[in-house]
C-alpha cells in the first residue's frame, strides 16, 4: 500500500499544473489552453493581447477567438478578412493558414472552406465551383461582395485532407472564408463564420 502511494506521488509530481489561467477580457481560458508558463499547459500556448484572445499559426499570424467549446475540445478563429479591392486574404503572403504540426491542434472536419479568385486549375478539382456552390451565396453579402464574380468552389475539410493548412496563394486562390457546420437551409448572413480548430486532450 505505502509503494502505491509512493509511486502515486511520484507521478504527480511530474505532472504540470493544473491551474487554468485568468480570463483574457471577458473570455475563460480553459485548461489545458495556456497564456503564460505559469498556467494551463504551455504545449497548448494561446495569446492575450490588449484583452483579446489570439491563436498563433506557424507563419507567425494571429486570429482571434471567437469561442472555445473545453467539452468538446474545440475553438473557433476569425476567418482572415478578405481585401474588397484585390479579393486577397489577409494572410495570403503566408500562403493562408497553416498549424505547428508538432503542436497538439488540428482544424476540425467541421469547416466548409471556400475559396475565391481561383485559377483555371482548380476545376480538375473534386471542389464544388458549380453556380450551386455555397461560395456564391457569400459573394451576395457585403463582406464577399469583393469577391464577386471569381472562380469560386467550396468543399468540406474532412479528413483525408491535411488538418493542418488551408492554402491561398497567387497563382491559384487568393482568397478564403469559412463556415461551422453550415446547414443548407441557412442564408449567407447567418452562417456560423469561423475555423473550428481541435486540441487533442493532455491526458
Not at 25 to 31: F, R
Amino acid at each position: 500500500m505505502f509503494l502505491q502511494v509512493a509511486v502515486l506521488l511520484t507521478l504527480l509530481s511530474h505532472m504540470p499544473a493544473l491551474d487554468a489561467c485568468p480570463k483574457c477580457g471577458k473570455m475563460v481560458v480553459p485548461y489545458p489552453l495556456s497564456t503564460s508558463d505559469a498556467c494551463g499547459n504551455p504545449r497548448y500556448r494561446i495569446y492575450c493581447n490588449n484583452g483579446a484572445l489570439e491563436f498563433l499559426s506557424a507563419p507567425g499570424i494571429y486570429y482571434r477567438i471567437l469561442s472555445i467549446n473545453p467539452g468538446a475540445y474545440k475553438l473557433v478563429i476569425r476567418p482572415p478578412l478578405i481585401g474588397k479591392n484585390t479579393c486577397y486574404s489577409s494572410d495570403l503572403s503566408v500562403g493562408g493558414l497553416k498549424l505547428d504540426e508538432n503542436l497538439p491542434f488540428n482544424i476540425s472536419v467541421r469547416n466548409t472552406v471556400m475559396l475565391f479568385n481561383c485559377s483555371d486549375n482548380i476545376l480538375l478539382s473534386p471542389l464544388n465551383c458549380s453556380s450551386t456552390s455555397y461560395c456564391r451565396q457569400y459573394e451576395e453579402i457585403e463582406e464577399g461582395s469583393g469577391c464577386k464574380g471569381t472562380l469560386c468552389c467550396h468543399f468540406l475539410k474532412d479528413s483525408s485532407m491535411t488538418s493542418h493548412r488551408i492554402r491561398v496563394r497567387v497563382g491559384g486562390c487568393t482568397a478564403y472564408t469559412s463556415v461551422v457546420d453550415v446547414k443548407p437551409e441557412d442564408h449567407a448572413d447567418a452562417w456560423n463564420y469561423g475555423i473550428e480548430l481541435q486540441w487533442t486532450s493532455p491526458y
